[in-house]
């Protein structure tokens, strides 16, 4: 049925192919790079005027008068982040142990979804949710209990609603790093005597923790980039955050509210994406060591 | 002391996971009981009229309806380009160097937060001098979700068992004939997952279009006009003073949460359907 001729442009049309799969390979790391050179060019003016220290670590910000000084920023999405992170990684771990170790299939199958869900609820809706009432059970409850004023739009609401955000990212590469642990091993631990958790604990936990490690990385890189759930959240004041009750201001809540209606000074602008250029810097920075350190995972075979 | 020990951090464990699968709940439940009171029939089948904002007569379709257009043309876009992306990197490079490379660049590039690659458009907007536009908004939104994509049809395709690769070569099929009629149809299920999931992250996302996407109060006629979405119509009007139009934002809430709420559950249904013509 296949003619001569036929089987010819078959060969040609997969040869074709093999160049034309390459393009939007070519395309995604050209983007890529693109987006580093915009960075860098648009940012560029704003080195000229003004030393790198002075940019990092100078609190005053006026851009009016031409003063970037990005403490303020810098410091907002540290707070947040590390609060954030610091609420979820114990709770992540935790629940990634039991559903990889402890719970019954039925509970996995269950939780599993849930946690799927969870990763794809708009962030919009997290800051809502957020509004409606972490910000309100702040103000009015945990504040006046610490004895401080809060207007409940501050450092805890971000750091909280963060947290939520990062649940599924953390748990879900812990869980498939456990999974990774091979069974021999929890075996050879459990005929030696070892209680079960003894088992999880010395054998299974530290076996994955190198993966562990990158699944926090990267719920670390997650939480430092999202705007919009704590740019609704976290009051947007540019100061220095002295106590979780204060409001901050974190870089891309600054981007995110700024860029695109300060034009009419240039160098604001150069200074907005110099903040872009911090945020995508650390961004790849944090991707390419928990990939390194997930690679390294995978080839030992866990 | 062993067994206190045991029991003490599997009660942890417990409270752990009932704190992750309960803010879940708590989110859908905040959102669904402040939400409902505003949410009427008029919200979904209007666009706003004179006074909408101060809290008169009105609804959303405008962002509905641009959300809908803005993720189903960025999905397209990026289909077009990560499908062949996932071909390459699972039948043309092989076990090279190359792939190794593609997939880190990938992994990075999923990485990038959405707000980045908005402000990466818009500053190729001022470039070339295009205003905020439908057109833009689904570009901004593919940039974001190609990667993701790219990423997930690779993890899929990477699942298909070399034996039936093997088989169909052995039929006589050239490369490009394998992975388009054996690999690609045997992947299916995860790449109709892949693509509901990648759709309902263009359609969810506000920090990548909120410089490129503009806002109206009409449903776009054409790839040149400004275009509202869900996410930012829920931001803009929760910003107003008036208790009536946050009232609709919570009320957006819940229709945005709908739209992803049915998303995942068509695609589980769609994978189990589709999971019949995939060889075990």
């Known amino acids: 049925m296949v003619r001569q001729k036929g089987i010819i442009s078959?060969?040609?049309?997969?040869l074709i192919a093999e160049r034309a799969v390459l393009?939007?390979?070519i395309l995604v790391s050209v983007i890529l790079i693109a987006m580093v050179i915009v960075f860098l060019d648009k940012a560029s003016p704003i080195f000229i005027t003004q030393p790198i220290t002075t940019l990092l670590f100078s609190?005053?910000?006026h851009p009016l008068s031409g003063q970037f000084g990005?403490?303020?920023?810098?410091?907002?999405?540290?707070?947040?982040?590390?609060?954030?992170?610091?609420?979820t990684i114990p709770i992540s771990i935790l629940s990634a142990v039991y559903l990889a170790e402890y719970a019954h299939r039925r509970v996995r199958g269950v939780a599993q979804p849930l946690i799927d869900l969870l990763a794809g609820i708009p962030s919009v809706v997290f800051g809502l949710f957020g509004i409606l009432l972490i910000v309100p059970l702040i103000k009015e409850q945990i504040a006046p209990l610490a004895g401080v004023n809060s207007s409940g739009y501050c450092v805890l609401a971000g750091g909280l609603v963060l947290a939520i955000m990062v649940f599924p990212i953390v748990i879900s590469i812990s869980y498939e790093v456990i999974r990774a642990v091979p069974t021999e091993m929890r075996e050879a631990a459990l005929a030696l005597g070892a209680t079960r958790w003894e088992t999880v604990k010395f054998v299974v936990l530290r076996k994955a923790l190198t993966g562990i490690i990158a699944a926090i990385i990267l719920g670390f890189s997650r939480a430092f980039g999202e705007t919009m759930a704590v740019l609704m959240v976290v009051g947007n004041v540019p100061i220095v955050p002295q106590s979780v009750f204060d409001p901050a201001y974190p870089i891309p809540a600054l981007i995110a509210n700024n860029y695109g209606e300060m034009m009419s000074i240039p160098a604001y602008d150069s200074a907005l994406m110099f903040a872009a250029l911090i945020l995508f810097v650390i961004v790849v920075a944090?991707?390419?060591l928990a990939r390194i350190v997930l690679v390294r995972v995978y080839r030992k075979g866990v | 002391m062993r067994r206190i020990e045991e029991a003490v951090f599997k009660a942890l464990m417990v409270i752990s996971l009932f704190i992750v699968l309960g803010s879940l709940l708590a989110v859908i439940l905040v959102v669904v009981i402040r939400g409902a009171p505003a949410l009427t029939l008029s919200m979904v089948t209007q666009v706003p009229q004179g006074g909408f904002y101060l809290g008169k007569e009105g609804g959303i379709l405008n962002a509905i309806i641009g959300s809908l257009y803005v993720a189903t043309g960025a999905t397209l876009i990026a289909i077009v380009i990560a499908l062949p992306f996932a071909w390459y990197l699972n039948q043309y490079a092989g076990k090279s160097r190359f792939a190794d490379i593609f997939r880190a660049i990938l992994d990075i590039a999923t990485g990038v937060p959405s707000l980045l690659y908005g402000a990466f458009a818009f500053s190729i907007m001022l470039a070339i001098g295009a205003k905020t536009s439908l057109l833009w908004g689904i570009l901004t939104i593919a940039l974001f979700i190609t990667p993701l994509l790219a990423r997930s049809f690779d993890e899929v395709i990477q699942t298909v068992p070399f034996k039936l690769k093997?088989?169909?070569?052995?039929?006589?099929?050239?490369r490009l004939e394998t992975v388009l009629y054996v690999v690609s149809r045997q992947a299916l299920p995860g790449i109709l997952t892949g693509i509901l999931l990648a759709f309902g992250r263009g359609i969810g996302d506000a920090a990548s279009i909120l410089f490129t996407a503009g806002y109206t109060d009409s449903i776009p006629t054409s790839l040149g006009d400004p275009v509202a979405t869900l996410p930012l119509a829920i931001f803009f009007q929760l910003g107003s003073p008036i208790p009536a139009v946050q009232a609709r934002a919570y009320a957006s809430g819940i229709i945005l949460l709908a739209i992803?709420?049915?998303l995942s559950v068509?695609?589980?249904?769609l994978t189990k359907r589709y999971m019949k013509y995939v060889i075990k």
């Open chain 1, 10 to 14: 078959r060969r040609y049309r997969d």
């Open chain 1, 23 to 25: 393009i939007p390979a």
């Open chain 1, 59 to 61: 609190s005053s910000w």
């Open chain 1, 70 to 87: 990005f403490f303020p920023f810098i410091s907002g999405t540290v707070w947040v982040t590390l609060l954030a992170m610091g609420i």
């Open chain 1, 286 to 288: 944090f991707n390419i």
């Open chain 2, 166 to 174: 093997e088989a169909s070569f052995a039929l006589g099929a050239t």
């Open chain 2, 260 to 262: 992803v709420l049915i």
């Open chain 2, 266 to 269: 068509v695609s589980r249904v």
